[in-house]
T-cell receptor, first 110, second 114 residues
Framework: LAKTTQPISMDSYEGQEVNITCSHN???????ITWYQQFPSQGPRFIIQ???TKVTNEVASLFIPADRKSSTLSLPRVSLSDTAVYYC???????????FGAGTTVTVRA | DAGVIQSPRHEVTEMGQEVTLRCKPI?????LFWYRQTMMRGLELLIY????????DSGMPEDRFSAKMPNASFSTLKIQPSEPRDSAVYFC????????????FGAGSRLTVL
């Protein structure tokens, strides 16, 4: 499975856009990129998934360059409630040994 | 759908006692995962079931840990005997293999072993 690297922490203020970049140099052809969000005292929650180019949903956007060796999760106009840990995972549809790593702790301040 | 349901949400027990954690996956999901989360080690995969069959239990830390999935709607994770170092949040997650590789997690069971 491809190893991922993402920043340990990021600070932001309400109303700003937060961009978290994840590196996955060894991504395989069949691998998808999936992001999860975890609030304190809750289980991780799926946010967005993509294979290439750009994916957008009501929560976030995911930008994936042509070489797919990295991806950027974009959270538009964050609020205090977006304070959470964000995990980047890479794997194919049948992979089960998905590594969550340490994730990126995003702290949004007023 | 009520999502993945775990019980109990909190358990406090004494060292040496048996602990049983329960999980009801989302109906129709054919894969089930048990994870453990601690500050030091993050989220660790303990065991993975596919169609109720344990496929990989290499993450189970010791023989004190066991997991079963008697049917598609129920799984248990048992620790016997429990030790203080087992204190953690245990998450169950399920997945529908026919779709994207997306896990749905339960709310977790916070275990404290005194």
């Amino acid at each position: 499975l491809a190893k991922t690297t993402q920043p340990i922490s990021m600070d932001s203020y309400e109303g700003q856009e937060v961009n978290i970049t994840c590196s996955h140099n060894n991504i395989a052809t069949n691998d998808y990129i999936t992001w999860y969000q975890q609030f304190p005292s809750q289980g991780p929650r799926f946010i967005i998934q993509g294979y290439k180019t750009k994916v957008t949903n009501e929560v976030a956007s995911l930008f994936i360059p042509a070489d797919r060796k990295s991806s950027t999760l974009s959270l538009p106009r964050v609020s205090l409630s977006d304070t959470a840990v964000y995990y980047c995972l890479v794997g194919s549809s049948n992979d089960y040994k998905l590594s969550f790593g340490a994730g990126t702790t995003v702290t949004v301040r007023a | 759908d009520a999502g993945v349901i775990q019980s109990p949400r909190h358990e406090v027990t004494e060292m040496g006692q048996e602990v049983t954690l329960r999980c009801k996956p989302i109906s129709g999901h054919n894969s089930l995962f048990w994870y453990r989360q601690t500050m030091m080690r993050g989220l660790e995969l303990l065991i993975y079931f596919n169609n109720n069959v344990p496929i990989d239990d290499s993450g189970m830390p010791e023989d004190r840990f066991s997991a079963k999935m008697p049917n598609a709607s129920f799984s248990t994770l048992k620790i016997q005997p429990s030790e203080p170092r087992d204190s953690a949040v245990y998450f169950c997650a399920s997945r529908d293999l026919s779709g994207a590789n997306v896990l749905t997690f339960g709310a977790g069971s916070r275990l404290t072993v005194l």
